[in-house]
């Protein structure tokens, strides 16, 4: 027993030789035949540009795997593919999924001009190479990205276009600014690296990628020097140059000059940068700036630095005076610049004095402060507790005669309840509403004789709920236009009325209606030499009936073949001259105006010679 012992512990080490050399040669075989097809498993996680994100380590007969899957689908694919691996033991699984956070955060920080900095969060799906090939296409070859984002889940979508976004936008800052992502919502904070580029970062905010929102911008525009900005008025209307120091300062500007221009077109052609001088108000600077602006018919109002300028051509000598004042008085921080207003003398020369239900107000230009007081003094017999609201300014340029015209026409107002009297260089012009019809027709009756030698005179008054009464002078010279009207032309052969007629006599009613003193003749025309009347329509059209549109009741007027034109095929040669054919015509406008309201005894067709020679329809007063 004794020596089988001795044996058996002889032949241990012989053993424990034998299988330590098998251990050797056969595990790194073993191991080799397990680690081939679980990298294969492992790269095939890495598709569509992911990293791989599963490692797989052989010990002995087991294999160890290890990495955070993207999203639930991927962790479950890899596990079944390292389960149908043949030869392993065991799998020791140590697998997980990314994290999921909320809200996913990613900020680029320009952190030099040729360097950016990723923080924060990127896509797990995405993987950092590729997100980096994404992120750079298109940036400057000398600019880094230094990505030290980690991978999670809870991206929004586009987020690779999001973050390109801004970094285009966080090249547009200094150093130092950054630009994140929050879920959908971007942000930015910074300065601005020059006035261009504050420019187009607003520009390319005004459109951010799809399905995300802009947010917080805290972005200063660059600093300039000197600080420039003016306010240009011209015949095309306002021009805005130079800077605003903010937005909002933009906004208060644009504001400011539309109010000036009154209706003008108004170009903004300003940027936004800052460098205002300390100590100056940019209010002030506005209000004070468009004050001067206002005063002017052309110019310009600018800022250099501190000093402002004001150039250009004044509306009047009195707002020359005004811009002087405005300069001698600057708000804080500001400095005079050039003040050079011209004022020529104003042309047309317009003055008016309106009476209202409690007050007269004066408008337009006077020649000087004593032509204002002696204005002021002939209104005053006609106060009766009526305030006077004096907006007048003073111009050179006036008329002569004017406190003439102007007072005589006071003397006419004063006689009116309501209504005005206006100088436009020599023509005076009263128009308003009599309590009365006998107020109306006296300041009708008595308008020539008051207006000064040299002057023509306008008179439309009437009483109250009555037609306007033109005064004497007035109407001639209308109808005096309305003699040679080129429209009211007959066509050859024809007595008919076209429907070109109907805006002229209707005029022609409404006139004869305010000159109750005037009577009207009508002289028909003859056709010219030669003419060949037109074929006879088959049917003639409707005359409109006074004071409507043509066509839309019948009238009466006489169609071509009852004025004895025959049907068919006209004359290959012209007809002689139809002797009749002048009364005719005007015996057609006498009946459409007859029918418009005017009284028979008002209105008659001109005598035969009258009409001798003419080619249109002529009008003519008699007293």
Not at 573 to 597: E, F, N
Request: glycine content about 10%.
């Amino acid at each position: 027993m004794a020596i089988r012992s001795i044996g058996w512990l002889a032949g241990l080490p012989l053993l424990a030789g034998a299988w330590i050399a098998a251990t050797g040669w056969a595990e790194p075989r073993l191991e080799a035949a397990l680690v081939a097809p679980a990298d294969a498993v492992a790269a095939g996680t890495g598709r569509d540009g992911a990293e791989p994100w599963l490692r797989v380590e052989a010990r002995g007969r087991d294999l160890v795997a290890n990495g955070e899957a993207p999203m639930q689908a991927a962790l479950d694919e890899a596990r079944a593919a390292l389960a149908a691996i043949p030869g392993p033991r065991r799998i020791v699984d140590r697998l997980g999924l990314v994290a999921e956070v909320s809200p996913f955060t990613w900020a680029a920080i320009h952190r030099a001009p040729d360097r950016l900095d990723l923080v924060g969060y990127r896509p797990s799906e995405t993987g950092r190479a590729a997100l980096a090939t994404a992120l750079g296409a298109g940036l400057p070859a000398d600019l880094t990205l230094r990505d030290a984002t980690r991978a999670a889940r809870g991206a929004p979508e586009n987020f690779s276009q999001a973050a390109r976004f801004l970094i285009a936008a966080a090249l547009h800052l200094k150093p130092g600014a950054s630009a994140a992502i929050s879920d959908r919502v971007l942000s930015l904070s910074g300065e601005a690296a020059s006035v261009e580029a504050y420019a187009a970062l607003k520009a390319d905010l005004a459109q951010p990628p799809a399905g995300y929102t802009v947010g917080e911008v805290a972005v200063e525009p660059a600093v300039v020097s000197p600080f420039t900005w003016s306010a240009t008025r011209g015949p095309e209307g306002l021009r805005l140059d130079g800077y605003a120091v903010s937005e909002a300062d933009r906004t208060a500007i644009l504001a400011a000059a539309r109010l000036v221009a009154d209706g003008a077109p108004v170009t903004d052609a300003m940027r936004t940068a800052r460098g205002l001088p300390a100590g100056i108000d940019a209010k002030a600077l506005i209000d004070r700036a468009f004050a001067a602006l206002a005063l002017m018919r052309e110019g310009s109002v600018a800022l250099d630095g501190t000093a402002l300028s004001i150039r250009g051509a004044a509306i009047d000598i009195q707002a020359v005076r005004e811009a002087e004042a405005l300069a001698g008085t600057l708000p804080a921080g500001l400095s005079r610049g050039t003040i050079a207003l011209t004022a020529s003398p104003v042309s047309p020369y317009q003055v008016a004095v309106r009476r209202g239900p409690d007050a007269f107000t004066l408008t337009g230009h006077l020649p000087d402060a004593e032509a204002r007081a002696a204005l002021r003094a002939a209104l005053r017999p006609y106060l009766y507790g009526e305030r006077v609201v004096d907006r007048t300014r003073l111009a050179e340029g006036a008329p002569p005669a004017l406190l003439e015209g102007l007072t005589a026409g006071i003397g006419a107002l004063g006689q009116l309840a309501e209504g005005e009297v206006s100088v436009r260089d020599q023509s005076l012009r009263i128009a308003g509403e009599g309590l009365y019809p006998e107020s109306a027709r006296r300041v009708a009756a008595e308008a020539g004789r008051i207006a000064p030698a040299g002057w023509r005179i306008d008179v439309a008054v009437d009483a109250r709920g009555g037609v306007a009464v033109r005064d004497p002078a007035a109407c001639r010279e209308t109808f005096a236009a309305l003699a040679t009207e080129p429209t009211l032309r007959f066509d050859p052969g024809s007595a008919d009325l076209k429907p070109a007629f109907y805006p002229v006599l209707d005029e022609v009613a409404g006139l004869a209606r305010a000159c109750p003193q005037a009577r009207i003749e009508v002289a028909g025309h003859d056709d010219p030499p030669g003419s060949v009347p037109p074929p006879a329509p088959k049917e003639a059209p409707a005359p409109k009936e006074p004071g409507k549109e043509p066509g839309k009741e019948p009238g009466k007027g006489k169609s071509a073949a009852k004025a004895g034109k025959p049907a068919g095929k006209p004359a290959e040669t012209p007809t002689m001259p139809d002797p009749g054919l002048p009364q005719r015509r005007a015996a057609a406008i006498v009946d459409y105006l007859l029918k418009a309201g005017i009284p028979a005894g008002r209105i008659a067709v001109a005598p035969t010679e009258a009409s001798s020679d003419r080619r249109a329809v002529a009008f003519a007063l008699r007293s």
